[in-house]
């Protein structure tokens, strides 16, 4: 019996077209994630895979990343005409990479643009990627353009600076910045208080640690349960106090 061959181009079918990434890999979704955990990260409500043209501009921006002169050829020449998505995209690519320069560069950036309106997701990204480098001024920095901009910190911005301040440990700073976070009317989530047991028992302060264990059944419905999490989670040689 004879074979036969089927052209796809003849029957008006297309390949598929192919797409370049930064490294000649294929490519893979991209996932948008946020907190000051030390180990792999939840994904925020959406992945999504980057556009051409925003891969291009990361790629352009790391090649240039050393010359000033050739920064600025690449914000005139790609970034400025990204689309927004494309643009706000790209920025988070540069921190998902932990490029914290560009990513400041191109922060600002978007909030030079016509369309941009003050967005607090924006900030707390910024900050997140500042406190992974240490840069506590730079995040306090960051809070003032934040209220600048008619924005005002929520949960997650004082869980980002609370993590800041614990990295370099600003034991006092972290908990004066937990205390404000209260007093503003926001509720510490699981995040927030797992980050300062955990960093309070680090840093020596147990009598601060266990404080802030008694005030979980402010919080949650079973803080018992909360609280075996965290100690399952982070072992410590001494066991962690169930209230």
Known sequence: MGTFKIELSKLGFQQKPQV???LHTPLTLIRISCGLRNGPRK?????????????QAVHSLKLAHNS???????????????LKADLLDALAELQRQNELDLALKVFNAVRK????LPDLSLFNNMIMLLGKHKK????????????NEGLEPDARTYTEVIGAYFKVEMVKKAMETYQVMKASGLVPDKLTLTI??????????????QTVRKECPEYFDYPRKFLEEVEKTYPKKKKLIII
Do not use: D
Not at 202 to 209: D, R
């Open 196 to 209: 300062l047991i955990r960093n309070l028992e680090n840093a020596g302060e147990g009598a601060l640690a």
């Open 68 to 82: 000033s002169s050739k920064l600025e050829q690449v914000f005139s020449s790609k970034i400025a005409r990204l």
């Open 20 to 22: 370049f990434t930064l």
């Open 43 to 55: 994904p925020m409500w959406r992945s999504r895979v980057l556009s051409t043209e925003a891969i």
């Open 136 to 147: 506590i001024e730079m995040i306090e920095q960051v809070l003032v353009e934040l209220k």
């Open 113 to 116: 643009e016509v369309w941009y």
